[in-house]
């Protein structure tokens, strides 16, 4: 498999550190609000890799941080009167409701700012002796940018370009413009946690460097996010987490592109900012994962009703295809698997990997699952196809469907037991009532159980959650 490595700007062959496994560390949310459809991108994404990669005999260890100590958090909590870990510990809720959703697998470890801040605080720490950070007089502790030479690298921009086009507060306590905060004094009524240089809480970025390090080594293979977080957030974790170990960092890059909206870059000011929620109340999750793997993930999409209802009507293809291959074998006789429907099956599988082993090019890749879609309409309509005929092309067409997450809300009605329809029922009643905390409450309890429920235009869709 071959990946667009942002760190060299071209394309390479996708080589583990270990044979057969892959480390995959990909930022996550600030969790102060529901996530909008920018943010759905990566999640959708990165997960259809890690779903391929484990298609392809791999084993995966994902990473997803949550940050939930922030700015945006503390104002958050400061404008609703509560905590900043009420809201973060809120929102993460959220954010698995619209994950399960969109039927992104949870993480193999999903940890949190506040639940490292001993790895933080040592990696800080390590900066600081080595000399390559220093605290100001103010109590922040900065990165000298002008320590680590490589600086610029992954953006590819040269540090004296970045140097020109950068300013300096008097009052920041900075010695150069590019130098970039590691920790940061408390202010006044925000959360802090003790360190050696004072109360205070960590600097974005180097909460990823921590994280990523301790669950997977100081060197790994791959890292993933954003296009937006190219520069000045993977730039500062590869600068202060190579500064710190002496070590490359990650190997590969991976960034997705830009969402824009009505041909315009999204913006609460435009009024053109949507929420995943929004938008699955309107057309359900499964359109909005559809939206994001249709595309390849370096490419812009444009969001906008036209394409969410293109993208509405093709996922219906894949259902109805589905759903009739189900009443042909119902209906099918046994018999041979032919040697043309043999041949069919092996090229549109090949077909498939040679999309995806293409930069992850699930555009192409999703041409190939049409293409098998129109063989087999024209096999289920041929009442002498073989019953064991159409089920390799069904078992095919869920490997392939499977490996970009869709059609996860094809199930038959007696697959959901009993006490989860019943709970479901129940919040329905509750939600009614308008009883929003125990619609909240029953909500939690059927996702224990291991299923999400969300209400969507088209009625109460009930989902079972991967493991």
Not at 152 to 169: C, H, M, N, T
Not at 206 to 234: K, V
Not at 327 to 356: N, P, V, W
Not at 412 to 436: G, N, S, Y
């Amino acid at each position: 498999m071959q990946i667009y490595n942002t760190l060299t700007r071209k394309k390479e062959e996708l080589v583990p550190m270990t044979a057969g496994h892959m480390g995959i560390y990909a930022c996550g949310p600030t969790v102060y609000n529901y996530i909008h459809i920018g943010n759905a991108r990566p999640i959708c994404a990165f997960d259809v890799l890690r779903r391929y990669l484990k298609y392809r005999g791999y084993t995966v260890t994902y990473v997803q941080n949550f940050t939930d100590v922030d700015d945006k958090i503390i104002k958050k909590a400061n404008e609703e009167g509560t905590t900043a870990a009420e809201i973060a510990k809120r929102y993460i809720a959220e954010y698995k409701t619209d994950a399960h959703g969109l039927n992104v697998m949870d993480a193999d470890v999903h940890p949190t700012v506040t639940s490292c801040m001993d790895l933080i605080i040592d990696i800080v720490k390590k900066l600081v002796d080595s000399g390559h950070a220093y605290a100001a007089a103010n109590g922040d502790v900065y990165f000298r940018t002008s320590s680590f030479p490589e600086y610029g690298k992954l953006s590819g921009q040269p540090i004296e370009e970045l140097q020109a086009g950068a300013r300096i507060d008097i009052n920041d306590g900075k010695e150069e413009p590019l130098d970039f905060a590691v920790w940061k004094a408390a202010k006044p009524g925000e959360p802090y946690w003790e360190s050696p240089w004072g109360k205070g809480r960590p600097g974005w970025h180097i909460e990823c460097s921590a994280m990523s390090c301790h669950y997977l080594g100081e060197t790994f293979d791959l890292h993933c996010g954003g296009q937006d977080l190219i520069f000045p957030h993977h730039e500062n974790e590869i600068a202060q987490s190579e500064a710190a170990n002496g070590k490359p960092f990650a190997h590969y890059w991976m960034h997705n592109g830009y969402i824009n909206i009505d041909n315009k870059k999204m913006s609460k000011s435009l009024g053109n900012f949507f929420t995943v929620r929004e938008v699955a109340e309107q057309y359900g999750y499964e359109v909005i994962r559809y939206m994001m793997v249709q595309a390849h993930y370096r490419s812009p999409i444009n969001y906008c009703k036209e394409l969410l209802d293109a993208c509405k009507a093709s996922l219906e293809r894949l259902y109805v295809c589905r759903d009739t291959l189900d009443r042909a074998i119902a209906a099918a006789k046994s018999g041979e698997i032919s040697a043309e429907a043999t041949k069919t099956f092996a090229k549109r599988k090949e077909q498939f990997i040679t999309a995806m082993d293409d930069d992850l090019n699930t555009a192409d890749g999703m041409t190939a699952i049409f293409e098998l879609v129109r063989d087999l309409n024209r096999m289920s309509a041929d009442a002498s196809t073989s019953k064991e005929q159409l089920e390799a092309g069904a078992k095919l067409f869920d490997e392939l469907t499977g490996v970009m997450g869709l059609l996860y809300n094809r199930k038959q009605a007696d697959t959901i037991p009993a006490e989860v329809t019943a709970l479901v029922e129940q919040r329905q009643a509750a939600r009614k009532a308008k009883d929003f905390a125990e619609a909240d409450r029953l909500r939690d309890k059927i996702a224990a159980l291991g299923y999400a429920v969300r209400e969507t235009r088209q009625g109460t869709e009930i989902t079972k959650i991967d493991a």
